[in-house]
């Protein structure tokens, strides 16, 4: 198992996300996450939004430690996870805004892009994203503000 806290993991993704999804899957099982995988199941076509919200619903009701969503670029499963409230979805490419997205935003869910991340850099991506820390002090003020905002 990896050091960080997250022990359950949300997973998503459409077609474009599903063979990288897969792969990320396996190599958290085996490092000892728990996996609740909300779909889709293959490379047939469905629609992003419908999977990006599942997980990040699950997330966002504590069901799960954390979320990670996959599609062809990242960008459509963020743009929707981030609906959710109480969800704090990043987009990441690479490893280091994985890391500041933790430290500064206590991102709760994570979302690659299989047609631009290959598996390897997906991996590291996802494992310095579970190790990293929220940092708290003036960050955890930020993403109160952030919670805040949604509220008024």
Same mark, same amino acid.
């Given at each position: 198992?990896?050091?960080g806290?997250?022990?359950?993991?949300?997973?998503?993704?459409?077609?474009?996300?599903?063979?990288? #999804? #897969?792969?990320?899957?396996?190599k958290l099982?085996?490092?000892?996450?728990?996996?609740?995988?909300?779909?889709?199941?293959?490379?047939?076509?469905?629609?992003?939004?419908?999977y990006?919200?599942?997980?990040?619903?699950?997330?966002?009701?504590?069901?799960?430690?954390?979320?990670?969503?996959?599609?062809?670029?990242?960008?459509?499963?963020?743009?929707?996870?981030?609906?959710?409230?109480?969800?704090?979805?990043?987009?990441?490419?690479?490893?280091?805004?994985?890391?500041?997205?933790?430290?500064?935003?206590?991102?709760?869910?994570?979302c690659?892009?299989?047609?631009?991340?290959?598996?390897?850099?997906? /991996?590291?991506?996802?494992?310095? /994203?579970?190790?990293?820390?929220?940092?708290?002090?003036?960050?955890?003020?930020?993403?109160?503000?952030?919670?805040?905002?949604?509220?008024?």
């Open positions: 198992m990896m050091t806290t997250p022990k359950k993991i949300s997973m998503g993704c459409d077609h474009a996300g599903y063979n990288l #999804k #897969k792969y990320l899957a396996e099982a085996a490092a000892g996450y728990e996996i609740v995988d909300v779909g889709t199941d293959s490379t047939d076509r469905v629609d992003y939004p419908v990006g919200r599942e997980a990040a619903e699950k997330v966002a009701a504590g069901v799960c430690d954390r979320g990670i969503l996959v599609c062809g670029s990242g960008v459509g499963m963020s743009i929707s996870a981030n609906k959710v409230r109480g969800v704090r979805a990043v987009l990441c490419n690479e490893p280091f805004t994985a890391k500041l997205s933790r430290e500064h935003n206590d991102s709760n869910v994570l690659v892009g299989e047609r631009l991340t290959g598996t390897e850099m997906a /991996w590291e991506i996802v494992e310095t /994203w579970l190790n990293t820390e929220h940092l708290g002090g003036r960050h955890a003020q930020r993403v109160a503000m952030i919670e805040t905002e949604i509220d008024e």
